[in-house]
């Protein structure tokens, strides 16, 4: 197992690139099994879970390739297939095959995921839902099988929580199913405008895009995609927070601002310059520096803060100069990295949903364990910013979904490096 070492304290200076968005990718790859034929995708970014994605469609007789960022699905011999335990514990996300294969084959099994770092995250929005148009749904031996007689029926659905693997799970189903599906209270993040967008590509009838009610009328058949992915407004949110938290100045390139409207906000809120071109975002000090002013945040869905840049926000505000209140209302258990930042000289009280961060003139560096994706680049930043040697373990979870994240960072002046723990 590698860790990750960084000797903190240096400002960060320069321009960086952003990738393509892994939870746009991975909706867009489950896409393609919808129509049989050669897919392109760009701007795929090259992660753990774009491979693990990939490999599970390989069980499916899906055949893909690598050519730098595009990658070719060619899902001409797709047959039936399951997604074993073994690839949905290390990514969630592998229940995106089930309402395609629902739809184009009558049948998938998926494992459960079963609970995760951040929470229960059921799935019973999207099993509900596939139910609805018609499908079987049968839970077993830790699997959730789902059969169809006959072709998917539209339906009108609501979900309980806009939930965005859910809404993009009933969309892929509605494309292929018969008659007019109308998915209420549906979650509207930037990756599902891109998935609805594919999918337009490919032939299928869909109104209401980036709208909270997505109209499908179903098609009986569609084409092969040629589609790209949308920059990852979650990867630009965190080279921007981190450039604030070591007080540097820098420019995120080939990202979309507009997707990151609420962060940007609450940065140019604690006092920083937050300059915005078409595919942008240049951050700068203040000309006084007055220091960092303390900034509250809620969690919410798409166009509210995102829970994925909770951690790393929260990170920048261990800095900040009064008490900073943040609230995680996604998901329930989501500040495991809270004790790991506490190391680095944090000063965080928990109560509930929410974390009291007190600002403190400087963190220093510490051992310290990555426990899940996002809260491992929040240990990033802090490790980034504070003083002296940090030492990351358990890195696999970044590799999740940051591609050449040490490339990157040193590419702006950090010093950072992998080892062999
Ligand atoms: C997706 C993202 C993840 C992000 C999250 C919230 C992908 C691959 N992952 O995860 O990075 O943190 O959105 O923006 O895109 N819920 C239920 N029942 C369900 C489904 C969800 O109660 O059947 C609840 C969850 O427990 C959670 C909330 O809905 O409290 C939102 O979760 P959801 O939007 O489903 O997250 P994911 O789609 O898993």
Same mark, same amino acid.
């Not at 599970?56 to 690598?66: D, E, F, I, P, T």
């Not at 730098?68 to 001409?76: K, S």
């Given at each position: ?15 960086? =690139?952003? !990738? ?12 393609? +099994? ?25 069980? +499916? ?7 730098? %960022? ?13 997604? =074993? ?6 990514? @969630? ?18 494992? +459960? ?22 499908? @079987?749904?049968? /839970?077993?031996?830790? *699997?959730? &099988?789902?059969?169809?007689?006959? @072709? ?24 292929? %199913?018969?008659?007019?599906? #109308? ?13 609805? &967008? ?12 980036? !709208? ?18 949308? =920059? ?31 962060? /940007? ?6 006092? /920083?310059?937050?300059?915005? !071109? ?17 900034? &509250?945040?809620?969690?919410?869905? *798409?166009?509210? *803060? ?73 240990? #990033? ?7 002296? @040697? ?5 890195? *696999? ?25």
């Amino acid at each position: 197992m590698d860790k990750l070492v960084i000797e903190g304290g240096k400002k960060l200076h320069g321009e960086v =690139p952003v !990738s393509g968005a892994k939870n746009a990718a991975l909706p867009l790859i489950a896409a393609t +099994l919808l129509a049989p034929g050669v897919h392109i995708l760009h701007n795929v970014p090259d992660l753990r879970d774009t491979r693990t994605m990939l490999k599970l469609m390989g069980q +499916l007789g899906v055949q893909s390739r690598w050519d730098g %960022a595009v990658v070719t699905v060619d899902t001409t011999h797709l047959h039936h297939g399951e997604a =074993p335990y073994e690839l949905v514990k290390t990514m @969630r996300a592998s229940v995106l095959v089930l309402g395609p294969l629902a739809a184009r084959l009558g049948a998938a099994r998926v494992s +459960l995921p079963g609970g995760c770092a951040i929470g229960a995250r059921p799935i019973e929005l999207h099993i509900k839902g596939l139910e609805q148009l018609g499908a @079987r749904c049968c /839970l077993e031996n830790g *699997y959730v &099988d789902v059969t169809t007689t006959k @072709r998917l029926q539209g339906a009108e659905i609501c979900l309980t929580v806009p939930s965005v693997t859910a809404t993009e799970n009933l969309v892929m189903a509605a494309v292929l %199913a018969e008659g007019t599906t #109308v998915l209420k209270n549906a979650a509207k993040e930037p990756e599902i405008t891109n998935l609805v &967008d594919m999918l337009l590509g490919m032939g299928a009838h869909i109104e209401g895009r980036e !709208s909270d009610v997505l109209t499908v009328h179903g098609v009986s058949r569609l084409r092969p995609a040629d589609c790209r992915i949308i =920059p990852d407004r979650i990867e630009a949110g965190t080279y921007l927070l981190a450039i604030a938290a070591t007080g540097g100045e820098g420019r995120i390139t080939h990202c979309n601002p507009g997707h990151l409207a609420a962060l /940007l906000e609450k940065l140019r809120a604690t006092g /920083l310059v937050i300059e915005e !071109s078409e595919d942008s975002v240049t951050i700068k000090q203040p000309a006084a520096a007055k220091g960092l002013r303390s900034v &509250d945040i809620t969690t919410r869905p *798409y166009p509210g *803060y995102p829970t994925d840049l909770q951690a790393q926000f929260m990170a920048l505000m261990t800095l900040a100069n009064e008490e900073s209140t943040i609230k995680e209302t996604i998901f329930e258990n989501r500040f495991m990295h809270v004790p790991e930042l506490q190391r680095l000289g944090a000063m965080i009280r928990i109560e509930g949903n929410t974390a009291f961060v007190t600002g403190t003139t400087g963190l220093a560096g510490a051992k310290v364990m990555a426990t899940d994706l996002r809260a491992s680049s929040s240990l #990033v930043i802090a490790g980034l910013a504070a003083r002296g @040697r940090t030492e990351i373990s358990r890195i *696999y979870h970044l590799e999740r979904g940051y591609e050449y994240l040490v490339e990157k960072f040193s590419g702006l002046g950090a010093v950072i490096w992998k080892e062999k723990e």
